[in-house]
């Protein structure tokens, strides 16, 4: 029995001893590789593998591996695990900062302009807007806070939002455009308290009690079309844009409006030469020899900005541009021009007024209605022959752009009495004669021409291959404009009136409008424009019959024969983009 236990000892000493030298073993570094053996002798079969011992009850099982892991290889290098990448928090943000994957061109941001595009580029829509805070002042004879109901001018100094307009334009397909802006509008409506709303109910004779007007000095708000159109481009050469657009005459009308020289455009151009500012139709525009001849030719309603063709008949506008001095660095951008229009007015279908002569600032120094010898509001209408034809230079040479432009235009008229426009026509004239403006700019410091091009309005395109322009500059302008024209309101016959303009009760017939103004205008990018405007207004012989314009001397308080000037000062923040 002894002897059997002590057999039993010596076999478990002999496995624990194994465990230690196999432990060790697997803890030494490699081995230095032995030398090449001989040959040797074919291998004998394996013998069966010895049966795993069980753990006694009761007791842990030891957790040996059967064949350890080789050790690394001498010199080897564990591989580096890239470390995972950062979670992208904010969808938005991963929108943002994906790129065209060939190109590497952002799909949204600012260059130029703010933009969403596809990877692909064959998509891309662009929020626009323009914010014009504007503070306008006047001086000169006649001009008081006065409202006109008490007889005076009502030209006190006013703060106001002059334009706030917003957007959209875009590209699509490589060969489309399309641009829709819209004015947000505010006004105050019966500023003298006499408009009415009704003379009286249904039956009852009018008297002054039972008379309803308008609320005094109300606010009335509204949204106006501007720019709208599409544009198809088959090559820079020939493209089609339809929709509502400025027409191709005059190249201050076809300047953007918030690069024009002044704040607002000259009183030749705004109120003689392109008097509906916008027009709808079609337009075909190109560019040949790069812009060396470019053209613009139009078929529109011929009415004026958002009014719905009122006759039959459209307008026919067009433009010629010639650049000659390319190959002159200097002065490569040069260009002459000449522009002209054509259209009919149908006397039983057009009832709207003349558009009036107008202030850069809004005073109304010649009116298209007036009274006649019996008290009626008799109203200056379009009727028969609308033509006009000019040309323009403009001429940049260092920081200096010199500008001009001419035209005569010969307007047949026709007259109406208030409320009996569209039935009655009481007699036939003429509205004719010269309406022209030059300008010249001075980049006094920082960089030159921020603002858009002068005289071209073509889509905006989306360019990233272009460095964005971050200018900044002193604009200095000074602008001279005229209208030498003439009314007459019976030249093409009917019944005389003794206030007629041209009879004999009234024979003036001229109307003498020149404007002098000088303009500072500091650029911080093309997105913003401060802006510092002086106008002097001159009516030689106004308040006699020498000339059928006024100045608020002519017209209010102690009326003056002698007054003929009217100062205006304005200063705006601009912030457009």
Not at 38 to 56: D, H, T
Not at 456 to 476: I, M, T
Not at 483 to 508: F, K, M, Q, V, W
Request: hydrophobic residues 35%.
């Amino acid at each position: 029995m002894v002897k059997k236990s002590i057999r039993v000892l010596s076999a478990l000493s002999a496995v624990a001893l194994s465990l230690a030298i196999t432990n060790e073993a697997a803890a030494q570094p490699a081995p230095q590789p032995a030398p090449q053996p001989g040959p040797q002798p074919a291998p004998q079969p394996a013998p069966e593998p010895a049966k795993k011992p069980e753990p006694a009850p009761g007791s842990a099982a030891l957790s040996v591996p059967e064949n350890p892991p080789s050790p690394p290889a001498a010199g080897a290098a564990n591989p580096a695990v890239p470390p995972p990448p950062l979670p992208k928090t904010f969808a938005d943000e991963a929108a943002l900062a994906l790129r065209d994957s060939a190109t590497g061109e952002p799909v949204a941001g600012w260059h130029n302009m703010f933009f969403f595009r596809d990877p692909d580029g064959n998509f891309r829509l662009s929020p626009s807007g323009d914010m014009q805070l504007d503070f306008h002042a006047f001086v000169g004879p006649g001009v008081s806070s006065e409202s006109t109901a008490r007889g005076g001018s009502g030209l006190s100094p006013r703060f106001f939002v002059k334009r706030l307009r917003v957007g959209v334009h875009g590209e699509f397909l490589k060969r489309w455009s399309f641009l829709a802006t819209f004015d947000l509008t505010q006004s105050i409506t019966n500023p003298t308290g006499t408009d009415e709303t009704s003379a009286a109910p249904a039956g009852v004779d009018p008297t002054s009690a039972t008379a309803r007007y308008r609320p005094v000095e109300g606010i009335d708000a509204g949204v106006g079309l501007r720019d709208v159109w599409v544009n198809y481009s088959l090559c820079p050469c020939l493209n089609f844009q339809v929709g509502q657009f400025r027409p191709p005459f005059s190249q201050e009308n076809r300047t953007s409006d918030t690069s024009t020289p002044l704040m607002e455009r000259s009183i030749s151009t705004r109120s003689f030469t392109v008097p509906g500012q916008r027009e709808t139709g079609l337009m075909l525009w190109g560019d040949f020899g790069d812009d060396i001849f470019t053209y613009e030719l139009a078929v529109v309603g011929g009415d004026g900005q958002n009014r719905a063709t009122v006759d039959i008949a459209p307008d026919f506008v067009g433009r010629l541009l010639v650049a000659p001095l390319k190959s002159i660095k200097l002065i490569k951008d040069a260009r002459i021009g000449v522009s002209a229009r054509h259209g009919e007015r149908d006397s039983e279908a057009v009832g709207y007024d003349v558009v009036p002569f107008s202030t850069q600032q809004g005073f109304v120094l010649w009116n298209s209605t007036y009274k006649d010898s019996r008290g009626n509001v008799t109203h200056i209408i379009p009727s028969g022959a609308q033509n006009i034809i000019g040309g323009e230079l403009y001429f940049p040479i260092g920081p200096v752009d010199i500008a001009g432009e001419a035209y005569y235009a010969a307007y047949h008229t026709r007259e109406g009495i208030d409320g009996f426009q569209m039935t009655n026509t009481e007699r036939l004239g003429t509205l004719n004669g010269v309406g022209l403006t030059s300008w010249v700019t001075w980049w006094a410091f920082g960089d030159q021409r921020i603002g858009a091009a002068v005289g071209r309005q073509k889509p905006p395109k989306l360019n990233l291959k272009k460095k964005a322009d971050l200018k900044r500059g002193l604009e200095v302008s000074a602008l001279f404009s005229a209208i030498l024209a003439g009314y007459d309101g019976n030249s093409r016959g009917g019944e005389d009136d003794e206030n007629t303009p041209g009879s004999a009760g009234n024979p003036a017939t001229d109307i003498d409008i020149y404007q002098f103004s000088g303009a500072l205008s500091y650029w911080h990018t093309r997105s913003v424009r401060l802006s510092f405007n002086y106008s002097l207004f001159m009516t030689p012989g106004s308040g006699s019959t020498e000339n059928l314009a006024a100045v608020p001397g002519n017209l209010y308080g102690e009326k003056d024969p002698n007054a003929h000037l009217l100062h205006e000062l304005g200063t705006r923040v601009q912030l457009a983009y």
